[in-house]
C-alpha cells in the first residue's frame, strides 16, 4: 500500500465500484465484502482526483464549491483519500 | 446412484448422482423441499447439481481438528464461481448454474458442504430470477412480514430471539429472500441454519410490510437514512453476489430499485421487547397473505 500524495494519481482499486446516489458516495468493496458511504464532499472530491484532476485543482474546486478555507480543505482531502487508500477503495500511484 | 429434485422459492433444483449415504443426507436436512416430480433431462427450468465422489482425500481441504465454522473459499472467474469447503470442491456454470460437485466425504461434513455450496447456488438462482437473498433476520405476526438486513454481529439472532419471546414467528436469522409481487415484495425464509437454528424449510411467503437496519439503543425507535446508507446496507448482506465482479453492479441496481419502492428505516432496539411497540405502531397490518 502506498502513502497518497499531492502529486498522486488516484483510481478506483481494481476491486471497488463507486456510484454517486443523491449525492453521497458508495464504494462497494469486493474483497472485503463490504460497502462505504461519503459525504457529498467526499463524493466530488473522489470523482475529480478519479477523473485525474489534478489534487491542487480539486482543492481549489472544494473551496470554490464549499464554504471551507484552502489549508482545512487540502488537510481534509488528504486524510480522505488516505483512508480510502487504506481501506482499499482507491489506488495511489 | 439416485436424483432429488427439491423446489425452493418457485425455483426448481435437480440433484444428481446421488448415492445412498448422500442421498440419505441431502434428504435429512431437505427433504421438506422434495417435489414429487423427477428431473426431467430435458427441462432447462431446474438448476442440476452433479455429486461426485472422489477417494482422492489428500485434493481436499481437510477437517479442521475440534468443531468449528470455517470459512467458505469462494473465487470468480469468467465462466464460474468455484467453491470449496472442507471435504469438498465445486463449480457453479455462470451460463447455466449447473454446479459440480466433488466431494471425498459421506459423512456430516458432506451435508454441511453440500448446504453450504446449496446456499451459493440458490442466492445465483434467486438474483437471476429476480430476488434477493439477504443476510438477514425475519420476523412475522402472521400477517406482516418484517426483515432486517445486517452482517454477522448486527443483531439479527438477538432481534429473532426478542421477537420469539413476544411470541412472533421467526423465519430466518440467517438467509432471507425479498421477491418482488404485483403489490410491493414477498418474504420468504431461506431454509439454511443460523445461530437461531434451521428455518423450516418451504415457508410461505408474506408481505413485506418493513425493510429494516438494525442499531443497538437504549430507546427504541425507528430512524430514516439516506438512499446511499440504505442501499449500502442491502448490498453488504448479499452473500457472495456481492462480491462477484460480474454481479456487484447489477446487485446495486436492484438495492437501488428495492429501497425505492420500500424504504429501508434503521430499527433501534435494546435487549428487551420494547422495539415491538414501535414496529407494530408505525407498519400497517398487511390485507391479505401472498401465495407461497
Known sequence: MSTPEPAAQYRLDPSARFRVLDGEGIFILQGAGEVLVVNGVAAFIVERVTAEVAFDEVVAEVVARYDVQPDQAEADAMTLLENLVEAGALAAS | MSALTFELARQRYAVENLSDAHRELVLSR???LETALPPDPLSADAVRLRIERSLDTASFRDRPPGPTEYRLSVDYDVDGVQVAGVGFRARIDRQTLSTHMVTCRDDAWFIDGFENLFRVVVAYRSFVSGSLVLHS???TDGERGFVACGRSGAGKSTL???AKGLGLTVLSDELNLIRPIDQGFALQAMPFAGDFGRSRAGSTSLPL???LGLQHDS???LGGCSRAQAVSRIVASCPYLNADPQ???RVTDRAVELVQRVPLRVLSFALDTSFWKVLDHEYPR???AVSP
Do not use: H, I, N, Q
Request: with cysteine.
Open chain 2, 219 to 221: 430507546t427504541p425507535r
Open chain 2, 30 to 32: 431437505f427433504g421438506e
Open chain 2, 137 to 139: 433476520a425475519a420476523f
Open chain 2, 209 to 211: 410490510s418493513a425493510l
Open chain 2, 247 to 249: 454481479f456487484v453492479d
Open chain 2, 160 to 162: 429473532c430471539g426478542l
Open chain 2, 286 to 288: 398487511a390485507r391479505s
